[in-house]
């Protein structure tokens, strides 16, 4: 069992930065492969980014690509992304994940077996 909670969310303008974290509890999060997706109001889950066990691999959405970063932490169970260069659509509800599956490809999910709560992000333009 994994537990996962994020924080960094926030208000902020359109080309500012945020970095959201995403916290594990448990002690195999070496184990999964960490994902971070957004959902705005009335859209459907999108994938943002994914890494790997080791931090070694990650893959983006083109949408994020150049703009966003992820990274992770393993001796403090944390996975971040870094956001920059933001856009008003980039508001969404942002959510981390784990899976035992590392996916190179816009992820639908379905890999991911814990999410967290999600922590909203807003831009303003």
């Known amino acids: 069992q994994v537990q996962l909670v994020e924080s960094g969310g926030g208000l902020v303008q359109a080309g500012g930065s945020l970095r959201l974290s995403c916290a594990a509890s448990?002690?195999?999060?070496?184990?999964?492969?960490m994902g971070w997706f957004r959902q705005a109001p009335g859209k459907e889950r999108e994938f943002v980014a994914a890494?790997?066990?080791?931090?070694?691999?990650?893959y983006y959405a083109d949408s994020v690509k150049g703009r966003f970063t992820i990274s992770r932490d393993n001796a403090k169970n944390t996975v971040y992304l870094q956001m920059n260069s933001l856009k008003p659509e980039d508001t969404a509800v942002y959510y981390c994940?784990?899976?035992?599956?590392?996916?190179?490809?816009?992820?639908?999910?379905?890999?991911?077996?814990?999410w967290g709560q999600g922590t909203q992000v807003t831009v303003s333009s």
């Open positions: 890494i790997s066990w080791s931090g070694g691999s990650t």
């Open positions: 994940a784990a899976s035992l599956v590392w996916s190179d490809y816009d992820s639908k999910g379905y890999e991911y077996d814990y």
């Open positions: 448990g002690r195999t999060f070496s184990s999964y492969a």
